[in-house]
């Protein structure tokens, strides 16, 4: 499974738009690459999923360069309610999950 | 989308007493459950995975005897926190496989 490593933390402004980097190293040729966003005492909510090249739904779009050892996921326009923690795995679809210690976007006015 | 629940939302209970925590996946028939273990302003711990019809394969460091799991059904896994402590004050979450991993809303067991 593929360790990664992202920011801790990020500040942002309402109407931004936010990229959150995620470095994974070691993902195997097998791994996709999923975000996930997580508010307070909630579960974790899927965001967007992709394997290489670009990958947009109706939230979110997420980037990975060809070398897929790191993504971007990107968040256009946020709102408050865009304030959580945002968490990149990478693994096997079907696959267990290993949450890595996730970046806490913070939104503000 | 698929959804899963967890029920109770919250427990609490006295310290050597066992709590059961369910988990359902709702509209879809989930093989694989997962459970996970988060403390405040932490990441998700994997905790293990549920298997239905068979043994759940533990995350190294969790006790199997603590923590019991069973996946009687396509539909439900059940966490059993054997003989809680206050260290097992924690928030539960669990997930279910279709295509792709969807989490339950999660359970915040307190032991007093």
């Known amino acids: 499974l593929a360790k990664t490593t992202q920011p801790i933390s990020m500040d942002s402004y309402e109407g931004q738009e936010v990229n959150i980097t995620c470095s994974h190293n070691?993902?195997?040729?097998?791994?996709?690459i999923t975000w996930y966003q997580q508010f307070p005492s909630q579960g974790p909510r899927f965001i967007i999923q992709?394997?290489?090249t670009k990958v947009t739904n109706e939230v979110a779009s997420l980037f990975i360069p060809a070398d897929r050892k790191s993504s971007t996921l990107s968040l256009p326009r946020v709102s408050l309610s865009d304030t959580a923690v945002y968490y990149c795995l990478g693994g096997k679809e079907g696959g267990k999950l290993i949450f890595g210690q996730g970046t806490e976007l913070s939104v503000k006015p | 989308g698929a959804v899963v629940s967890q029920h109770p939302s919250w427990v609490i209970c006295k310290s050597g007493t066992s709590v059961k925590i369910e988990c359902r996946s709702l509209d879809f028939q989930a093989t694989t459950m997962f459970w996970y273990r988060q403390f405040p302003k932490q990441s998700l711990m994997l905790m293990a995975t549920s298997n239905e019809g068979s043994k759940a394969t533990y995350e190294q460091g969790v006790e199997k005897d603590k923590f019991l799991i069973n996946h009687a059904s396509l539909t439900l896994s059940t966490l059993t926190v054997t003989s809680a402590h206050p260290e097992d004050s924690s928030f539960y979450i669990c997930?279910?496989?279709?295509?792709?991993?969807?989490f339950g809303p999660g359970t915040r067991l307190t032991v007093t």
């Open positions: 992709g394997y290489k």
């Open positions: 997930s279910a496989l279709e295509v792709g991993q969807y």
């Open positions: 070691n993902i195997a040729t097998n791994d996709y």
